[in-house]
Nanobody, 129 residues
Framework: QVRLVESGGGLVQPGGSLKLSCTAD???????IGWFRQAPGKEREGVSC????????????VYGDFVKGRFTISRDLSKNTVYLQMNSLKPEDTAVYYC???????????????????WGQGTQVTVSS
């Protein structure tokens, strides 16, 4: 049973920053790791993805349009961890954030939730003054 564990969520004021972590008991370089978020009453949406070594997309990372340079995804293979650094947070960024893993993904479209093999339990991010 593969486990993905998110951490780093919390309450932050508008304009503030948070760094989310997704630690997985799998070999990250073989997986595309996506970050998603779900606000109350809304569908889960893709935030960002870092592709594994088998991607043919020509890109290592991709972001949702709403990110607009505010978020940065990265990974530390030695720690089996993917990070999402979130800056200039807005109230509309409030949601539960999830990470998900797709084994041996060679595509470029990361945003379909049905694509992923494994999901974490989520971490709450609240942006409020």
């Amino acid at each position: 049973q593969v486990r993905l564990v998110e951490s780093g969520g919390g309450l932050v004021q508008p304009g503030g920053s948070l760094k989310l972590s997704c630690t997985a008991d799998l070999t990250l370089e073989y997986y595309a790791i996506g970050w998603f978020r779900q606000a109350p009453g809304k569908e889960r949406e893709g935030v960002s993805c870092i592709f594994g070594k088998f991607s043919t997309s020509g890109r290592t990372v991709v972001y949702g349009d709403f990110v607009k340079g505010r978020f940065t995804i990265s990974r530390d293979l030695s720690k089996n961890t993917v990070y999402l650094q979130m800056n200039s947070l807005k109230p509309e960024d409030t949601a539960v954030y999830y990470c998900a893993a797709k084994f041996l993904y060679s595509g470029s479209d990361y945003s379909a939730t049905a694509l992923y093999d494994y999901w974490g339990q989520g971490t709450q991010v609240t942006v409020s003054s």
